[in-house]
Structure formats: C-alpha cells, structure tokens
C-alpha cells in the first residue's frame, strides 16, 4: 500500500517559515505527482503545489515567491518550504501522491489524487 506521512507543523508568527515534509513509500510508479494541499474547516481543500519525479514544481498563485517544493529522490522524501507566513496559510496541510496521467502533467486537483497522508497543521498568528 502506498504511504504518506506528513511532519514539520506548528505555530509561528507572521512573517516566519516552517519546513513540511512528506515521506512517501509503498508504491512502484515510474512516473508520478506528489501534491501538497491545505484545508481549513469547512472549506474545499486547496491545491498549493506539486512535484513530478523529477522534482519539476508547481504552484498556485498565491504561494508563488514564498513556498518552495523540492525532492529528495534518494530519500523517496519531498518538502514544503512555506516562507513569509501569514495568518491566511494556517490550515492543515497534506501530501497526495498519484501515478502521473498520460499528459504528463501534475495537477493541484485534491479529486485527482487517491492516496493521502494524514496532514500537518499549520497555524500562523
């Protein structure tokens, strides 16, 4: 079974980062996303970024410029790097991984990922 596990949450002030990571294991995908989302209750959970294997990133909007996702392909590891915290990036974050579609795209849809780990909550004040 594929595996998951999010770390690096917790509390801090505006204007301060944090370092998420995900470590993933369980699956034999050649060619694959790993998505990063965050929810807060009771909203639609959001896409933020996502990395192929390679370690190809992207982002939405509103992150560009702050959050950095990379890779760590020997480790099977990826990280969120969330810099210049603000009150409205609190929520709690997840990593989603899928096998990559035939386009060859990795998308920041939450429907288009099936496999998900249990999240991490971030909360800036």
């Known amino acids: 079974d594929v595996q998951l596990v999010e770390s690096g949450g917790g509390s801090v002030q505006a204007g301060g980062s944090l370092k998420l990571t995900c470590t993933t294991s369980?699956?034999?995908?050649?060619?694959?996303?790993v998505g990063w989302f965050r929810q807060i209750p009771d909203k639609d959970r959001e896409g933020v970024a996502a990395?192929?294997?390679?370690?190809?990133?992207s982002y939405t909007n509103s992150v560009k410029g702050r959050f950095t996702a990379s890779r760590d392909m020997a480790k099977a590891t990826q990280y969120l790097r969330l810099n210049n915290l603000q009150p409205e990036d609190s929520a709690m974050y997840y990593c989603?991984?899928?096998?990559?579609?035939?386009?060859?795209?990795?998308?920041?849809?939450?429907?288009?990922?099936?496999?998900w780990g249990q999240g991490t909550q971030v909360t800036v004040s």
């Open positions: 989603a991984l899928e096998p990559k579609r035939r386009d060859g795209n990795c998308y920041l849809y939450d429907r288009m990922y099936n496999n």
């Open positions: 369980g699956y034999t995908y050649r060619t694959f996303c």
């Open positions: 990395l192929d294997e390679d370690g190809s990133p």
